[in-house]
Nanobody, 123 residues
Framework: QVHLVESGGALVQAGGSLRLSCAPF????????IGWFRQPPGKEREFVAT????????YYADSLKGRFTISREYAKNTALLTMNSLKPEDTAIYYC????????????????WGQGTQVAVSS
């Protein structure tokens, strides 16, 4: 069984940057997808980005491409979500999730979820 632990959520000012981490525990290989979703207050959870653990494939939500980057930090064996030029509307609980599907772009494609980490962006 795979277990995911997120960290890095914080309160930041608009225009700032933040980096979230997701540490996977358990058996995963280079084709395993680790993705990020977020759930703004009062709204449904939405896809942010995903990548294969081997780093060969990435997908982004069109609206976030260019500001958000998903990557792997090999030294710490974690997946990262780097968020730049943050806006108040980026305020949400951010979840890390794992999938063995081929092109996991939707919530139902993911079978493993972290506990979530809160990001708040002040104006």
């Amino acid at each position: 069984q795979v277990h995911l632990v997120e960290s890095g959520g914080a309160l930041v000012q608009a225009g700032g940057s933040l980096r979230l981490s997701c540490a996977p525990f358990g058996p995963i290989d280079k084709n395993y997808f680790i993705g990020w979703f977020r759930q703004p207050p009062g709204k449904e959870r939405e896809f942010v980005a995903t990548m294969t653990w081997g780093g060969g494939t990435t997908y982004y939500a069109d609206s976030l491409k260019g500001r958000f980057t998903i990557s792997r930090e090999y030294a710490k064996n974690t997946a990262l979500l780097t968020m730049n030029s943050l806006k108040p509307e980026d305020t949400a609980i951010y979840y890390c999730a794992g999938s063995r599907n081929l092109q996991p772009l939707h919530e139902h494609d993911y079978s493993t979820w972290g506990q979530g980490t809160q990001v708040a962006v002040s104006s």
